[in-house]
């Protein structure tokens, strides 16, 4: 073998290669948790960036005031 797996990648291999797929009772509630996250993490990182752009669009509008632009 010219590469190495991480230990849970012989795992999902098998699941690839059409093995039986561990079946998760709670798996559907997991996922929709998950995605949950997955979307206020955006929501987070979107509000900072605006956040930081206000803050950026506040020192330009300054320094165009000053250069009279």
């Known amino acids: 073998f010219p590469f190495v797996l991480s230990p849970g990648a012989t795992k999902d291999?098998?699941?690839m290669l059409g093995g039986d797929e561990?079946?998760?009772?709670?798996?559907?509630k997991k996922e929709e948790e998950r995605q949950e996250a997955l979307r206020q993490q955006e929501e987070e990182r979107k509000a900072k960036y605006a956040?930081?752009?206000?803050?950026?669009?506040?020192?330009?509008?300054g320094i165009r005031d000053k250069v009279g632009v």
Do not use: H, L, S
């Open 13 to 15: 291999m098998g699941k």
């Open 51 to 61: 956040k930081m752009e206000a803050e950026r669009e506040v020192m330009r509008q």
């Open 22 to 28: 561990e079946k998760d009772p709670d798996a559907a």
